[in-house]
């Protein structure tokens, strides 16, 4: 194998990869889409050892060895109970234990 040879096929396979990683993320989002809660809804959060009582999601992430769970990014409430800014993390929560609370967000 020339030199030449290997950069094509290795050129080759990093534009398959790309490609792959495109549809990975794309059907990451169709399921992510597909949850009972969205992006900007407030929920409640029982995580059994705890309970987060209120918090809005501000990033939902997904594992495909673990589809019962998700890692959700989450603004807790400021003291007067509106949104903070601040991000916190909640890593492989169960689906069931994310609550939707009707009428905020």
């Keep these: 194998m020339t030199p ?23 059907l990451k989002q169709e399921y992510i889409e597909s949850l009972p809660f969205k992006v900007g809804d407030c929920v409640r959060i029982d995580l059994g050892r705890r309970t987060i009582e209120k918090a809005w999601i ?12 998700v890692d959700l990014a989450i603004n807790k409430p400021k003291k007067d109970g509106t949104r ?8 492989c929560v169960r689906l069931s234990e994310v609550e939707l609370i009707k009428g905020e967000g």
């Design 4 to 26: 030449e040879q290997f950069t094509a096929a290795y050129e080759a396979l990093q534009e398959d990869k790309k490609i792959i990683e495109g549809e990975i993320e794309v």
């Design 58 to 69: 501000a990033e939902i992430g997904v594992s495909a060895w673990n589809l019962n769970c």
């Design 84 to 91: 903070s800014n601040r991000r916190e993390c909640e890593y």
